[in-house]
């Protein structure tokens, strides 16, 4: 009897044994299904980030080139009417100037008439009428002198026009842009200080060494030099001027060189460029200044000679009442 049971009490271990291996076995084969469906998804995760950062990388790329986009488009607008206001600007002055020198010949002519008046007619009139007379040449004299002087500025203001027309440059030759740079700057500061002896501002250069020598058109940069510098010290004395507690006149020039171009910075902390100008700034005769003070061309030309004159580009930066900054760049 014990040995006909024996089976069946060996019957409940094996069976126990199965079903602890198949456990194990479901546990393990849910374990590797898990591991899987992880890996899956971390490999999903990285998929969709990578994926992500493409994104993110394509989109960058695609405003980094519509910005280029709009910024040359602004560029070619900016050109056009600037092509346009040149065709405009050659006709007004070659019609201006014949008139405008007959004017300027005869009022020298009328000046030197006058004083042989005062010194030899004057000498036959009777003493009670020469003083009468003499005031009345002396008015006359005056306001010749008046018209001869204000011909001559519409002559130099004629003479930009015609200039800026023709858009040609000077001869290029090996330049040495830090001498250059460092002299128009002294010239300008000097100008200004004969000026107005009480203005003084502090200046900071900082050149770049080694720059050698780059072959450009030394007159012409020289001018759009001239007329930074001109704008920047007189943006300095406008804000000098409205006496502002603890203000300071600051200049900063600096240069800086590339394997690909040179670079011209001009800041200043005066007043800046008032908002609705700032789309202005290089358009022919647009100034900010008041009447007499400016004709509205230095930047206009200055914009013509870096561009098209040396294939470079000049931009700025403002911020009204607190600085403004002139970048020059030329190609090498």
Do not use: C
Not at 70 to 96: C, D, F, N, P, Y
Not at 281 to 302: A, M, N
Request: aromatic share 6%; charged share 20%.
């Amino acid at each position: 009897m014990p040995n006909a049971l024996l089976p069946f009490l060996l019957i409940g271990p094996v069976v126990l044994l199965l079903v602890a291996g198949i456990i194990i076995i479901l546990v393990r084969e849910q374990r590797r299904r898990l591991h899987q469906e992880r890996e899956k998804h971390e490999l999903l995760a990285q998929q969709n980030e990578l994926l992500e950062q493409q994104v993110k990388e394509r989109t960058t790329d695609l405003q980094q080139s519509l910005l280029r986009l709009q910024a040359t488009q602004r560029q070619l607008i900016q050109r056009e009417k600037l092509a346009s206001l040149g065709e405009l600007t050659a006709g007004v002055a070659h019609e201006i100037q014949n008139p405008l020198n007959f004017v300027m010949n005869f009022s020298e002519v009328s000046v030197e008439l006058v004083q042989e008046v005062k010194e030899e007619v004057l000498s036959v009139f009777p003493e009670a009428e020469k003083a009468a007379a003499t005031e009345l040449l002396d008015s006359l004299e005056e306001n010749l002198e008046r018209i001869l002087q204000h011909g001559r500025r519409a002559g130099s203001i004629v003479t930009g026009m015609l200039l800026h027309a023709r858009n040609t440059t000077s001869e290029r030759q090996p330049t040495d842009l830090n001498a250059l740079v460092d002299q128009y700057l002294r010239l300008s500061y000097q100008g200004v200080r004969a000026s107005n002896k009480e203005f003084n501002t502090t200046i900071t250069t900082h050149f770049a060494p080694h720059l050698g020598l780059v072959n450009i058109a030394t007159q012409d940069i020289g001018r759009v030099l001239l007329n930074l510098f001109n704008n920047a010290f007189y943006a300095l004395q406008k804000k000098q001027q409205q006496q502002l507690a603890g203000y300071q006149p600051e200049l900063r020039v600096t240069t800086k060189l590339s394997s690909q171009q040179f670079e011209l910075r001009v800041w200043d902390n005066g007043i800046g460029i008032p908002v609705l100008a700032q789309e202005k700034v290089y358009q022919p005769f647009f100034t900010t200044k008041p009447t007499g003070e400016g004709t509205g061309l230095g930047l206009s030309i200055s914009y013509d000679i870096v561009t098209q004159g040396h294939g470079g580009t000049l931009t700025f930066e403002t911020k009204e009442g607190e600085y403004t900054e002139f970048v020059m760049q030329l190609p090498l």
